[in-house]
């Protein structure tokens, strides 16, 4: 079984509509990290989570909120989708010991599409 | 300006081939670098680190230059299931070492 896994995989939903993407981790890691990812420009980072009472925001985190309700679980929410947010988002966790950076290691990946 | 710019390709090299790839940071307090490899359709994976004294594993080789703040990647003896993006990544120690990733750079190679 994957280590980090999302749902959903693919979701194509309406202006103006709600969404929730849900992310699991089973690797045990206290970190845990929203990205979306457009063509041409990389992946960038929408929230962030150290550990279950601390949410962050990253570079986009505008039109978008997050909760961490355990620590295998991170959650982002669209409270109103709007077409630019179509784009691939991953989650991504990584573990805070060892050292000044650790490996993130990223979920599957959900295509949102926001017509 | 992009704060980690890559050439988007694509790469397009013939099985064997040597191939290379730039990556340049504008930040010049990053710490940390790295080589993710994304295929189609599919999460990024780290691929390497990259040390200041450069460093190798197996055909891949990763090299760093902090004076002119630009990163490398060597592909030697390419093969057809080397063909995917390849994201050159940084981190400084501000925010818990937080990823800023390059757009990417794609490589096909080709039979």
């Known amino acids: 079984d994957a280590d980090v896994t999302q749902t959903p995989r693919n979701r194509i939903t309406k202006t103006g509509k709600r969404i929730m993407l849900e992310c699991s981790q089973t690797?045990?890691?206290?970190?845990m990290y929203w990205y979306r990812q457009d063509p041409g420009l990389g992946l960038r980072l929408i929230y962030y989570?150290?550990?279950?009472?601390?949410?962050n925001k990253g570079e986009i985190s505008d039109g978008y909120s997050v909760s961490r309700q355990a620590q295998a679980k991170f959650s982002l929410s669209l409270e109103s989708a709007i077409p630019n947010q179509t784009a691939l988002y991953f989650c991504?966790?990584?573990?805070?010991?060892?050292?000044?950076?650790?490996?993130?290691?990223f979920g599957p990946g959900t295509r949102l599409t926001v017509l | 300006r992009k704060e980690v710019e890559q050439d988007p390709g694509p790469f397009n090299v013939p099985e064997g081939a040597t191939v290379a790839f730039n990556c340049t940071y504008s930040n010049s307090a990053s710490q940390s670098f790295f080589w993710y490899r994304q295929d189609c359709r599919k999460e990024p994976k780290l691929l390497m680190s990259?040390?200041?004294s450069g460093n190798e594993d197996g055909r891949f080789t990763a090299q760093l230059n902090r004076a002119s703040q630009y990163i490398s990647l060597l592909i030697r003896d390419s093969k057809l299931s080397d063909s995917a993006t390849y994201l050159c990544v940084v981190t400084n120690n501000n925010a818990g070492n937080m990823l800023t990733f390059g757009g990417g750079t794609r490589l096909m190679v080709k039979p």
């Open positions: 989570s150290f550990d279950v009472k601390d949410i």
């Open positions: 990259v040390y200041s």
């Open positions: 991504a966790t990584s573990d805070s010991t060892g050292g000044t950076y650790n490996e993130q290691f």
């Open positions: 690797k045990g890691h206290d970190r």
